[in-house]
């Protein structure tokens, strides 16, 4: 069992920054990818972005590309992902995610154990 809990949502102006923090425990050890994952209101779970346990290899979709930045600290369990440049169609809730598979880190249907999520709020 692994467990995720986001925290760092809220609202932001457009233009402005937020930075998610995905804490997690338990057989942290098993996951090979940690990703990113959000959902509009009316809209599908979408992959955001992902890196491997290592952090060697980050992984984006092409809307967030040179605007967040996904990271990790091994030491705290800890996966980040830093949103710059947001804008209003960023709004959703965010989720942070475990794939112990290493497939392919952009299916949601690949995770294994997912946080609660995270609002995040982007006004215009």
């Known amino acids: 069992q692994v467990q995720l809990v986001e925290s760092g949502g809220g609202l932001a102006e457009a233009g402005g920054s937020l930075r998610l923090s995905c804490a997690a425990s338990?057989?942290?050890?098993?996951?090979?990818?940690m990703g990113w994952f959000r959902q509009a209101p009316g809209k599908e779970r979408e992959f955001v972005a992902a890196?491997?346990?290592?952090?060697?290899?980050?992984y984006y979709a092409d809307f967030v590309k040179g605007r967040f930045t996904i990271s990790r600290d091994n030491a705290k369990n800890t996966v980040y992902l830093q949103m710059n440049s947001m804008k209003p169609e960023d709004t959703a809730v965010y989720y942070c995610?475990?794939?112990?598979?290493?497939?392919?880190?952009?299916?949601?249907?690949?995770?294994?154990?997912w946080g609660q999520g995270t609002q995040v709020t982007v006004s215009s």
């Open positions: 995610a475990t794939d112990s598979s290493g497939r392919d880190p952009t299916r949601s249907d690949e995770y294994d154990y």
């Open positions: 338990g057989r942290t050890f098993s996951s090979y990818f």
């Open positions: 890196i491997t346990w290592s952090g060697r290899r980050t």
